[in-house]
């Protein structure tokens, strides 16, 4: 397998067969033809005679990417060969517009944007992955088989019962060619004793540490504490183990040493774990090393994070004395201007917008304003941010440039926070922008997701022309009949992204479509009176402004100001 940057899932994507009308020769790519997607393609066989795909249907096809003619990945752990479902774009001219356009025996080329299949698809920095904006992946792709999602599901049903019969018959062929006369348990783990240990039995909640190796039943081994150099522990009951073991060490005693056959319902299921494949049985030599009470794991839970405080203090002090930063806040933020102008600070209700890169104290990156956009608002005195982070903007003017070292307490604490560990201390590089009044700080917003808005619809070349209240409709399927009127009940099927490809809900991966009345409140402006536009079947996009959406309210993901797009489906119209 050939792989760069970013790794491709080998899950079960959908697609969908809207695309849009094939059109003309391009000269960007000799000897392709564009949609009005913006897909290009090249068909080297069409087999006319077979119908396309329809939506639900499971396609299997051979897929090769390239990039600048390099093979860029290659799916080699399945052969070439992915099955995909069909079902809604993620963005205009995609993959899933490419697949809809091809019949099974097929064979076809196609190009398509890098950047958007990095950063919608996988959310990705495309930059950071090593993309540049004009790049395009080349996919070649054959049509292997095209069925409904009925005749699918039966092949894989049909698929786990022979697995699950050959599975079954491997292991009793190996309990009877190693000549294995123990009375296996009531789920079928056969237990042999190997040494026997003179302690106790632990119970549920307790720690055990263990050590282990692991085999396939034709002797393969395939993991082992030992070649790790280091114990196993968890604590039973609470799902860190397989079934078998939470079945297993309650039996043992400490120090007992076990070979457990464990069947694959006892294992890892029909789960693929790497060199563990679905429906292996397995066998384990296990020894129970150690057993730890639930009050002795808290006295040690204690231990630790006492110790880790200490050394959190410890780097902390370290730290602002090897750099010289000496100054500091009564409540221990420490800081060092680079750039320090004399001008007004922040008053609460002003909005300090600036630009920050952040770190952890001997640690990894956290982050920086950049990938936010070209900077960061943030509205002073409502806690909204670390509170270190909130106290050194404060001490700022604009145009001033400054380190703050914020110590754990000024940040997130004693407890873990994401991948932050517990008593992290923090550094925050700010670089203050600009100082806004609320009204000078709203007017910015706006104006800002007016621009935002524009080059939306200039960078996806939507031609449709605004509607008085702002509203861009763009009809991507025609409908039938009447369009529905205020008072009646809708049946629509959507998907809502942020300008930047970004899905935040989306009706169609829920697989239910959802009803509301038109015309009472119970949905966005945009959608009031855009789904007034559209008719039953239809298929349309609907760019919303800000105002016509949820204005300076942050809602869910959804932060304030955000414009939206809604890809829209009228299923029924009551």
């Not at 914020?406 to 992290?424: C, D, M, T, V």
């Not at 709203?442 to 960078?459: C, G, I, M, P, W």
Request: with cysteine; aromatic share 10%; proline share 4%.
């Amino acid at each position: 397998m050939k792989r760069k940057c970013f790794s491709f899932a080998l899950l079960c994507v959908a697609f969908v067969t809207l695309f849009a009308s094939c059109g003309q020769k391009d000269q960007r790519f000799p000897g392709y033809k564009k949609t009005s997607d913006g897909l290009y393609y090249r068909f080297y066989n069409q087999n006319k005679a077979n119908a396309l795909p329809e939506k639900t249907n499971f396609l299997k096809m051979s897929v090769l990417c390239y990039l600048d003619d390099s093979l860029y990945y290659d799916w080699a752990e399945t052969q070439g060969i992915i099955h995909l479902q069909l079902a809604e774009p993620r963005f205009k001219g995609d993959l899933h517009t490419a697949v809809a356009m091809m019949r099974e025996g097929d064979s076809a080329s196609f190009y398509i944007k890098a950047d958007s299949i990095a950063s919608i698809y996988y959310s990705q920095d495309p930059v950071a992955v090593g993309l540049k904006a004009d790049d395009y992946f080349r996919y070649e792709i054959k049509m292997l088989e095209v069925k409904t999602a009925e005749e699918f599901q039966a092949e894989i049903d049909q698929m786990k019962v022979d697995m699950q019969n050959e599975s079954k018959e491997a292991l009793a062929a190996y309990i009877a060619d190693n000549n294995i006369d123990v009375t296996p348990t009531e789920s079928g783990i056969y237990i042999i004793p190997i040494s026997n240990g003179k302690g106790r039995c632990p119970e549920q909640g307790e720690k055990v540490d263990v050590n282990y190796e692991v085999y396939l039943l034709d002797g393969t081994k395939v993991g082992s504490s030992y070649d790790q150099n280091e114990k196993f522990s968890f604590v039973l009951g609470e799902g860190y183990a397989i079934p078998g073991w939470e079945e297993v060490l309650p039996m043992m005693h400490q120090g007992d040493k076990v070979r457990a056959i464990i069947p694959y319902e006892m294992a890892y299921g029909e789960h693929n774990m790497g060199n563990v494949k679905p429906y292996s049985n397995l066998v384990y030599d296990i020894e129970l090393l150690n057993i730890m009470t639930k009050d002795e794991q808290l006295r040690q839970a204690e231990r630790e994070m006492k110790d880790l405080k200490a050394k959190s203090e410890k780097d902390f002090a370290q730290y602002v004395k090897e750099n010289k930063i000496v100054n500091h806040t009564e409540s221990g933020l420490y800081y060092n201007f680079e750039v320090d102008n004399e001008g007004t600070t922040p008053t609460v209700g002003s909005t300090a917008r600036v630009k920050f890169e952040a770190k952890i104290m001997g640690g990894n990156e956290l982050g920086s304003s950049d990938k936010l956009g070209e900077y960061y608002d943030i509205v002073y005195g409502q806690g909204t941010v670390l509170k270190g982070l909130e106290e050194g903007i404060g001490l700022m003017s604009a145009g001033d440039k400054a380190r703050f070292v914020l110590p754990y307490n000024l940040a997130y604490g004693e407890n873990p926070y994401g991948l932050i560990p517990a008593y992290s201390n923090l550094i925050f590089d700010v670089v203050m922008l600009d100082i806004l009044s609320p009204e000078d700080a709203n007017q910015s917003r706006v104006e800002r997701a007016h621009q935002e808005f524009d080059k939306y619809l200039t960078d996806n070349k939507i031609k449709s022309k605004k509607r008085d209240s702002g509203l861009v409709y763009v009809c991507n399927k025609k409908g039938s009949g009447e369009c529905p009127t205020a008072g009646q009940t809708v049946t629509v099927h959507y998907t809502g992204k942020l300008m930047d490809g970004r899905v935040f809900d989306s009706s169609v991966e829920r697989g239910e479509p959802i009803d509301f009345v038109l015309g009472e409140g119970r949905v966005i402006k945009g959608w009031d009176e855009g789904v007034a536009l559209m008719k039953k079947g239809e298929k349309a996009t609907l760019v919303i402004p800000f105002d016509m959406a949820y204005g300076s309210r942050q809602t869910g993901p959804i932060p304030p100001y955000s414009n939206l797009v809604f890809d829209i489906e009228i299923i029924d119209i009551k």
